[in-house]
């Protein structure tokens, strides 16, 4: 896993049954704690590495001593979604400038998710997930995200189209939207899972 955070993605994929090889995360105390709950992890970021998808050679090289080229798992990542999201700066005035979305504009985290397709092109992994708020697909009219796409496209991939799905529709009592882009080079396509009936009142 790729910006794992506090390993929410990777803590759904391990209960779905996969095995965990690594996570990349830049924030220390997110590895602190990672490391703390799941002491059997590889978890690559400071004080020890520097977990930085923007280091895409370091990341490279660290992935090269663990898996090859071709690799017969998936690559599953989040790329900071604070340029492409309204709520980030909702504590703005919204007649202010700086109430917009910054998107690929960002220097540092609007360009994470050509650093992180980057390296899917490296590995080549059977399956990836893109994960990230609702706003990045309307982001430049999706113009942005379909250029990604376009490039998992030519590099092999069976990408589906975006799906955006609200945690309030799986039994969560949280209103939360996101995007999920998924892709696979072997032929297989996910089964969207489909809403529950549970219902939340005050």
């Given at each position: ?24 995360e830049f924030n220390e105390l997110f590895c602190k704690t990672l490391r703390k709950n799941r002491p059997n992890w590889k978890i690559f970021g400071p004080p020890t590495h520097s977990g930085d998808v923007s280091n895409v050679s370091e990341i490279t090289e660290t992935l090269e001593a663990i898996i090859p080229s071709n690799f017969e798992g998936i690559f599953v990542g989040g790329p900071p979604c604070q340029p ?119």
């Amino acid at each position: 896993s790729f910006f794992t955070g506090c390993g929410g993605i990777d803590l759904g994929f391990e209960a779905a049954g996969y095995e965990h090889i690594a996570a990349f995360e830049f924030n220390e105390l997110f590895c602190k704690t990672l490391r703390k709950n799941r002491p059997n992890w590889k978890i690559f970021g400071p004080p020890t590495h520097s977990g930085d998808v923007s280091n895409v050679s370091e990341i490279t090289e660290t992935l090269e001593a663990i898996i090859p080229s071709n690799f017969e798992g998936i690559f599953v990542g989040g790329p900071p979604c604070q340029p492409f999201s309204i709520a980030s700066n909702q504590r703005f005035s919204k007649a202010g400038d700086n109430f917009k979305r910054i998107g690929f504009e960002h220097d540092k985290n609007g360009n994470l998710l050509f650093d992180y397709i980057s390296i899917i092109k490296k590995f080549n992994p059977t399956c990836f997930l893109i994960e990230n708020v609702a706003g990045l697909r309307d982001l430049d009219g999706g113009e942005q995200l379909f250029t990604a796409i376009r490039e998992l496209e030519q590099s092999g991939y069976t990408v589906n189209r975006p799906l955006v799905l609200n945690a309030a529709d799986y039994g969560v009592p949280q209103f939360r939207e996101r995007l999920f882009v998924l892709g696979s080079r072997n032929g297989n396509s996910p089964i969207n899972p489909t809403p529950s009936n549970m219902q939340f009142g005050a």
